[in-house]
C-alpha cells in the first residue's frame, strides 16, 4: 500500500512544485483509473493492456480539462483560491462519478490470477507484486522524465523560478498544463492498479487522495525521494498499527500523521504564496 | 533603431512608476539608464521585457511594437533580459541553465520529450555554449556544478550567458555589477564592450553611474520615473546637474524615493 501512497503523493508534489497548488482532485484521477478501468475490461471487455492505456489517455485528458477549465481562467487568483476550486472539482468529479457508475465497490480482476504465493514465507497475492512492480517502474519513469529531458528540466526550472522561467521562454501556462497531465496519468495508473486489491468505487478517491497527500507533506513535496519515503512510511506504520493493535486503527494512522505533519508545516504550507 | 520605446507609463496600483518614457537603443550601442533608488528604472525593463503589463505607450522591437506581449513570447522574438538578482536555476546544473537558456529555440513537442544533451547536440545550440564558453571560460570549467554553488560573479557570468544562448535582438541588463568586487566588475563590462563590437543593442540599467558612463555611447537619467536628461555619455558626464547628482558621490541608502512621498500623499 505504501507503494500507493507514494505514487499518489508524487502527482500531489509534482503539481505543487510546478504551480504551488495543491491538487485536492488527485484522489480522483486515482478513483476514475479504478472506475474507467473497470468499465473498459469488465463491461466493455477490452483486453487489459488496451484497457490499460486507453485508461490513462482519458484521465490524462480529464486532468488536462480540468487545468484547462479551473486552473487557467482563474490563473489570477490566490493559491489558497485556486485550492479551494481543486476541491470543487473533486466533489464535482465524484458526483459525477457517484452519477455513472452507482455507489456500490465494483470488483476488478487482478491483473494476472487471484491467488497467493509463498514469497519470502509470507503470503502475499500477486497483484501486489504487480502493484509494486509497476509503481517502481513509474517512479523511475518520472524520475528521467523530470531529471534527463528538456520538458523535465523546463517544469524544474518554472518552479525554482518562474519569473526567470519566462524570460527563457518557458510559459508557466504549459509547464501547469503538463504537471496536470503527468499527475493525472500516474494517478490513474495508481488506480489501476490497486483496484483489484481494494475494489473500485466512486469514492475510493477520498482515503487514497488524503493519504497521497499525507505521503506528499512527510515528504515536504519538495522531491520524488521524499514522497516515496512518506509513502513507504505511512504504508508500513499502517501495516503495523493492522498486525499489532487491530485492522480497525489502520485509517486512524493517516490522520495522526495528517494532523503532525500539518502541525510542522503548517506555515509553510498556507503561508507559502508562490514567489 | 532595435529597440523604441514611446511613451510607456507603468503603474502598481495608483504608485506611478514610470511616466511617460521615451528612448532607444540601436545595435552595436550600449545605452545606459541610470537614477537612484526606486527612479522606475526595474519597472521599466520589467514592462519592456514583458514582465508587467505598460499602462500607457508602446514598445517597438525593430518594426514591431510588442507592447502587451508575455515575457516568454518576447524571450522567442529576441528580448534578453538579465535581471537584477540574476535568476539562475540554482538547483540546476551550469549546462542546464544555459540549455534551458536556448529553450525559445526549440520547436515543438519533439524536443522537448528529447534529452538535454540530445537537444544540445544541436549543431546551431552546441556552437552557442562553446561561443558562451568562450566568453566565460571559468563557466566551461563548472559546466556540471549546481548553479547555486557558483561564486557572485560567476552567478552573474552565467545569467549574462544563459541570456546569449537565446541569440536576442537586445539585452536589457539590470545593474550586472551588483555585489561584484572591481575586477569582476571590469570583467563584465569588458565583456560588454565586446558584444557591442558584435553588433548588439544593450541596455545598461546602473547606480554606479561613473562606471557604467564609461562604457556607455549614451545615457538617459531617470528621475521619479522621467526621464530628465539625456545625451551622449561624454555630455552626461560633463553636465553640472548630473555631476552632482549621480556621480562622484556616495549614496545614502536611507532617503525616500521620489515614488514613496507620491504614494503616502
Ligand atoms: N511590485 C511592486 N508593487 C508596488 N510598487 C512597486 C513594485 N515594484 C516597484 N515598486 C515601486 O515603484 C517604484 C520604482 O521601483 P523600481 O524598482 O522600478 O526602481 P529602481 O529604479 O529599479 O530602484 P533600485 O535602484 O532600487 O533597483 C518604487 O517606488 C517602488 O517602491
Ligand atoms: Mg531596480
Known amino acids: 500500500m505504501g507503494a500507493i501512497y507514494a505514487v499518489v503523493g508524487l502527482g500531489f508534489t509534482i503539481i505543487y512544485t510546478v504551480t504551488g497548488v495543491i491538487n ?48 487557467r481562467p482563474a490563473r489570477q487568483a490566490s493559491n489558497i483560491s485556486l485550492i479551494i476550486i481543486t476541491i470543487g472539482a ?23 490470477g487471484s491467488e497467493t504465493i509463498g514469497f519470502l514465507g509470507a503470503y502475499v497475492r500477486i497483484q501486489s507484486l504487480w502493484v509494486i512492480g509497476i509503481t517502481v517502474l513509474l517512479v523511475l519513469l518520472v524520475y528521467l522524465l523530470l531529471n534527463r529531458t528538456l520538458v523535465g528540466k ?66 515536504g ?36 500523521f495528517l494532523f503532525a505533519v500539518l502541525l510542522i508545516n503548517s506555515r509553510n504550507l498556507a503561508g507559502e504564496e508562490k514567489r | 533603431m532595435i ?139 563548472r559546466q556540471r556544478q549546481k548553479a547555486g554553488s557558483l561564486s557572485g560573479g560567476e552567478q552573474q557570468m552565467l545569467a549574462i550567458g544563459r541570456c546569449l544562448m537565446a541569440s536576442p535582438k537586445v539585452m536589457l541588463l539590470d545593474e550586472p555589477s551588483l555585489g561584484l568586487a572591481p575586477n569582476v566588475v571590469m570583467e563584465i563590462f569588458g565583456l560588454l564592450k565586446r558584444l557591442r563590437a558584435e553588433g548588439m543593442a544593450i541596455l545598461l540599467v546602473e547606480q554606479d553611474a561613473a562606471a557604467s558612463l564609461r562604457i556607455a555611447d549614451r545615457g538617459y537619467v531617470i528621475e521619479m520615473g522621467r526621464i530628465v536628461f539625456e545625451g551622449t555619455a561624454s555630455y552626461l558626464i560633463n553636465q553640472d546637474k548630473v555631476k552632482q547628482a549621480y556621480l562622484g558621490q556616495v549614496w545614502r541608502g536611507d532617503h525616500q524615493t521620489p515614488a514613496q512621498e507620491e504614494a503616502e500623499s
Open chain 1, 24 to 71: 485536492f482532485a488527485q484522489g480522483e484521477f486515482v478513483m476514475l483509473g479504478g472506475m474507467v478501468s473497470f468499465s473498459l475490461i469488465t463491461a466493455l471487455g477490452l483486453p487489459l493492456p488496451l484497457a490499460f492505456v486507453l485508461t490513462v489517455v482519458l484521465v490524462t485528458l480529464v486532468g488536462v480539462a480540468l487545468n484547462l477549465l479551473t486552473i
Open chain 1, 90 to 112: 473533486a466533489l464535482f468529479i465524484r458526483a459525477i462519478a457517484g452519477l455513472g457508475w452507482g455507489k456500490n465497490a465494483q470488483p476488478v480482476p487482478p491483473f494476472t
Open chain 1, 154 to 219: 523546463s517544469l524544474k526550472a518554472a518552479a525554482i523560478n518562474s519569473r526567470a522561467a519566462s524570460l527563457v521562454g518557458i510559459d508557466a501556462r504549459t509547464m501547469s498544463l503538463v504537471s496536470f497531465a503527468l499527475a493525472a496519468s500516474t494517478g490513474a495508473i495508481a488506480g489501476m492498479v490497486i483496484a483489484p486489491i481494494s475494489f473500485a468505487s466512486y469514492d475510493m478517491g477520498v482515503m487514497l487522495g488524503l493519504k497521497g497527500f499525507v505521503a506528499a507533506a512527510m515528504g
Open chain 1, 221 to 256: 513535496f519538495t522531491g520524488i525521494w521524499g514522497v516515496l519515503l512518506g509513502g513507504m512510511g505511512l504504508g508500513l506504520a499502517e501495516s503495523l498499527a493492522a498486525g499489532y493493535v487491530s485492522s480497525a486503527y489502520k485509517d486512524a494512522i493517516a490522520m495522526v
Open chain 2, 3 to 141: 529597440l523604441k520605446v514611446d511613451h510607456v507609463s507603468v503603474a502598481y496600483g495608483k504608485l506611478r512608476a514610470v511616466w511617460d518614457v521615451s528612448l532607444s537603443v540601436d545595435s552595436g550601442e550600449i545605452v545606459t539608464l541610470i537614477g537612484a533608488n526606486g527612479a522606475g528604472k526595474t519597472s521599466l525593463l520589467n514592462s519592456i521585457s514583458g514582465l508587467i503589463p505598460a499602462r500607457k505607450g508602446a514598445v517597438y522591437l525593430g518594426e514591431q511594437n510588442i507592447v502587451g506581449q508575455k515575457a516568454h513570447r518576447l524571450a522567442k522574438l529576441g528580448v534578453g533580459y538579465v535581471t537584477e538578482g540574476r535568476g539562475i536555476f540554482s538547483s540546476l546544473s551550469v549546462l542546464d541553465n544555459l540549455s534551458l537558456g536556448a529553450y525559445s529555440r526549440h520547436n515543438g513537442w519533439t524536443t522537448l520529450l528529447g534529452d538535454v544533451s540530445w537537444f544540445m547536440r544541436r549543431k546551431d545550440i552546441r556552437d552557442r555554449v562553446d561561443y558562451v564558453y568562450g566568453l566565460f571560460p571559468r563557466l566551461a570549467q
